[in-house]
Nanobody, 121 residues
C-alpha cells in the first residue's frame, strides 16, 4: 500500500556533498516521522536523522553540523543533505517512515530499499 523510493546515492568525495531523497507513494492519509538510517558492513543499522511532520529534527552526534534533514509534506518526500562527507559516512542509507494509510486509524512503519553512499577519493 505504501512504497518508499530512495534516490541520490552514489560516490562522493571526502569533503564533498550528496543529497538523498525519499519519496513515499500509495494510499497515504498522513505521514508522521520521516527518518534516515544507515548501515555499513559489520555494523548495526543506526539512526542518522529524523524529522517530524512539524519540522522538528534530531541528528546522530556523528553527523550534527554536517547533515540536514528536511521534508516536503505536499510531496510526501524527505531529503538528507550531506555535506563535509567523510569516508566513515560510507553505508547503505535507508528511509523509514510512519504512515497512516487512507481508511486506517493507525500509523504503520515502512522501509525503503536503501541507497548506497560511498565516500572515497
Amino acid at each position: 500500500q505504501v512504497q518508499l523510493v530512495e534516490s541520490g546515492g552514489g560516490l562522493g568525495q571526502p569533503g564533498g556533498s550528496l543529497r538523498l531523497s525519499c519519496a513515499a507513494s500509495g494510499s497515504i492519509f498522513s505521514i508522521n516521522y520521516m527518518r534516515w538510517y544507515r548501515q555499513s558492513p559489520g555494523k548495526q543499522r543506526e539512526l542518522v536523522a529524523a524529522i517530524t511532520s512539524g519540522g522538528i529534527t534530531n541528528y546522530a552526534d556523528s553527523v550534527k553540523g554536517r547533515f540536514t534533514i528536511s521534508r516536503d509534506n505536499a510531496k510526501n518526500t524527505a531529503y538528507l543533505q550531506m555535506n563535509s562527507l567523510k569516508p566513515e559516512d560510507t553505508a547503505v542509507y535507508y528511509c523509514n517512515t510512519d504512515v497512516m494509510v487512507s481508511g486506517n486509524s493507525n500509523y504503520h512503519n515502512y522501509w525503503g530499499q536503501g541507497t548506497q553512499v560511498t565516500v572515497s577519493s
